[in-house]
């Protein structure tokens, strides 16, 4: 986060003082070694516009993210979205249970049960998902016609830029009962078959619905990790005679393995959540057995089941595992030496 | 795909390999051969279920029973399904809905994030680290469901074109993706320009925008994409059937099968096929997108990685 670590321009790092500026309050140049010597009123004024600029987002996060943090109080409530009309009288008319909730919830089956979901289904994409990206990135990257790349490229973007409803429909159009493979199966005197409403093979299901859409966007960040790869390294390679393969072998790989170590620490950071839209519009086709995950099952207990509190405590456990999950990635993450989402 | 790889000499030279340094070897047939097949099945896997959902929105009711379903060869192609879909009605109202949350929802997302990114890409500036901060944190939790719920409907937002918008209005990360390309914006040029006399607003609208029309591109698409393609949050605020978006339309139509009102009689009585419907909203869904992208896609790189985050 320190400014030195982070020039914006080779230019300035090599060159930091700068002229004054001229418009006519105290602005000096914004360095961190002249700022030193304004007081604070002096960079206020100076720095007013772009703090004032920063301002509509600020209060954006904080009316939408910061504050309904206080919600989760309902948790510790027995919440009555029937005391009034607004949900936050509500909040404060509703009596105190403690515990209650969570216990009700560490006994309920179907707590556990989409905790299993849950587990099992960040498994099967962790294993079957994970590695598509990264075998599509050196397929692309070894193509060296920039006009079958450019088309290739686009063709792989282009579904990730559809919705949850669109991807499912077309699934369900070429899976389900009444689709291409069914549709092929009885002309060729077969049952027919609807694998989106299969309990059993579901998680398989959203995988593939996974790969479909967004297998192809995820080659981006490898496709960039192989541009910067040095050419002058492949050809001393080629010089001390290593064939194709021990090139990709002993210098493609060790350049894509920090990126890839850095996206499975965050996925692992972001195991608790898989897909909630992707699983809420499939939860009804396949019954909440096997469809339901725990975002899923905070949003049946709390906006059908209008049990808010038992639902914000729900919601509020796998939040804070959640934190706790991708602090720890981070951390894995700057240990490897990498940058993490933020930065130390 | 194999074709073009294999292309004999003589193709156009756009087409054309670009020369291959001496030390490499020569391509073996059979690798080009793999190479160019498993490129093709990848782009087939995503191309061909579009082609049938677009064939199928073009079909007749006839074409449609003679192959028993989906369609895979066009025959008499007839814009029927559209016509009606379009001709007013739920569909006709929930797209005009969509198009009209998307542009003024992208319009205000740009414009709160543009301004937050630049007024933190000066470095030194008053505050910048906590105001950092504060966007930082929200990228590692969420408040959760519920008291989001409870407070969007405390707000009054329910049944309001606001509940669409507001509450995730702007993306922290493509802030960071901004605020990265910014500050990659030469200091001296801003200076210069600080000292003909110009404020921050005259030095984000005349150079700073200016020159990053592929970043500005890029985020613009994304939020838009964003907005087309919610629904869950019409699913939790608004009860109002004739307010819903096209993608909560779409899922009725295609999911529930259930018939778009006003149309269920032409269905019925044999004039049109429930099938070319469920497909020609489809086909609407994913048309503006599919347009849009590939002439944004340069920029997704280039975009992507000069905004890396960094603090």
Redesign the interface.
């Known amino acids: 986060m320190s400014h030195s670590t982070v020039p914006r321009s080779s230019a300035e790092a090599s060159t930091p003082v700068k002229t004054a500026a001229a418009s006519g309050d105290a602005a000096g140049p914004r360095e961190k070694r002249v700022t030193g010597r304004l007081s604070l009123r002096q960079r206020f004024r100076r720095d007013r516009v772009l703090i004032l600029m920063t301002l509509p987002a600020i209060l954006l996060l904080l009316v939408f993210n910061y504050l309904p943090i206080l919600g989760n109080i309902v948790a510790f409530q027995d919440y009555d979205p029937y005391i009034s009309d607004n949900g936050i009288v509500s909040i404060l008319h509703s009596p105190f249970v403690g515990l209650e909730n969570f216990q009700r919830m560490f006994e309920d089956s179907a707590f556990w049960n989409a905790v299993e979901n849950t587990l099992v289904l960040f498994f099967v994409q962790l294993l079957l998902f994970f590695p598509i990206p990264v075998l599509l990135a050196l397929l692309i990257n070894s193509v060296v016609r920039p006009r079958v790349r450019a088309v290739a490229q686009a063709v792989l973007y282009l579904p990730h830029f559809f919705s949850w409803v669109l991807v499912i429909a077309v699934f369900q159009q070429m899976f389900g009962g009444a689709g291409m493979l069914s549709q092929l199966l009885r002309q060729n005197g077969h049952d027919g078959l609807n694998i989106m409403t299969n309990p059993d093979t579901f998680p398989f299901l959203l995988t593939a619905q996974s790969v479909w859409k967004d297998a192809g966007w995820g080659i981006i960040v490898f496709l960039a990790a192989l541009a910067s790869v040095s050419p002058d390294l492949y050809e001393a390679a080629a010089m001390d005679g290593a064939g194709r393969w021990r090139r990709m072998w002993h210098i493609t790989l060790p350049a894509l393995r920090p990126v890839i170590a850095l996206l499975l620490v965050l996925r692992v950071g972001d195991a608790l959540t898989v897909g909630f839209e992707q699983i809420l519009l499939q939860r009804d086709g396949v019954g909440p057995g096997a469809g339901e995950v725990l975002d899923t099952f905070v949003w049946w207990n709390g906006v059908r089941n209008q049990d808010f509190g038992y639902a914000a405590a729900a919601g509020l456990v796998k939040g804070v595992v959640s934190i706790g999950l991708v602090l720890a990635a981070n951390k894995v993450a700057h240990l490897m030496g990498e940058q993490g989402v933020y930065q130390k | 795909?194999t074709a073009?790889?294999d292309k004999p000499a003589g193709t156009p030279r756009?087409?054309?390999?670009?020369p291959?340094?001496t030390?490499?070897?020569e391509p073996s047939r059979a690798g080009l051969a793999a190479?160019g097949i498993?490129?093709s099945f990848?782009?087939l896997?995503?191309?061909f279920?579009?082609w049938?959902?677009v064939v199928t929105s073009l079909s007749s009711r006839r074409t449609i029973n003679e192959a028993?379903?989906?369609v895979l060869v066009p025959k008499d192609v007839t814009f029927i399904a559209y016509q009606e879909l379009l001709s007013g009605g739920q569909v006709t109202r929930a797209a005009l809905v969509s198009i009209f949350v998307t542009l003024f929802g992208t319009l205000f997302s740009m414009?709160?994030?543009v301004?937050?990114a630049?007024?933190?890409s000066?470095?030194?500036?008053?505050?910048h680290?906590w105001?950092?901060m504060?966007?930082?944190a929200?990228?590692?939790?969420?408040?959760?469901?519920?008291?989001?719920?409870?407070?969007v409907?405390?707000?009054g937002l329910t049944d309001s074109y606001l509940a669409l918008i507001?509450?995730?209005?702007?993306s922290?990360f493509n802030?960071l993706v901004l605020r990265g390309f910014f500050?990659?914006?030469?200091?001296?040029l801003i200076?210069s320009a600080?000292?003909d006399?110009a404020?921050?607003?005259r030095i984000?609208l005349r150079i700073v925008m200016p020159l990053s029309r592929a970043v500005l591109a890029v985020i613009t698409?994304f939020y838009a994409?964003g907005y087309?393609?919610?629904?869950?949050n019409a699913s939790?605020y608004l009860n109002q059937q004739d307010m819903m978006p096209l993608?909560n339309v779409?899922?009725q139509l295609?999911?529930r099968q259930e018939a778009p009102v006003g149309l269920g009689q032409a269905i019925k009585t044999g004039q049109l096929s429930g099938l070319a419907v469920?497909?020609a909203v489809?086909v609407m869904?994913?048309l503006p997108?599919?347009v849009l992208?590939?002439f944004v896609?340069?920029h997704?790189?280039k975009g992507?990685?000069t905004g890396?985050?960094?603090?």
């Open positions: 795909m073009v790889i756009r087409w054309a390999a670009p291959r340094p030390w490499e070897e190479k498993a490129l990848a782009c896997a995503i191309l279920p579009l049938i959902v028993g379903g989906l414009t709160v994030s301004l937050c630049y007024g933190l000066r470095s030194g500036t008053l505050g680290r105001i950092l504060t966007l930082l929200t990228m590692f939790f969420s408040a959760g469901l519920i008291p989001t719920y409870l407070l409907q405390s707000l507001l509450p995730s209005a702007i922290v802030i500050m990659g914006i030469s200091q001296e200076d600080r000292i006399g404020g921050d607003i984000l698409l994409v087309w393609s919610a629904w869950f939790l993608q779409m899922i295609v999911q469920q497909m489809m869904a994913l997108v599919a992208s590939p896609q340069r997704f790189k992507m990685l890396a985050v960094k603090g």
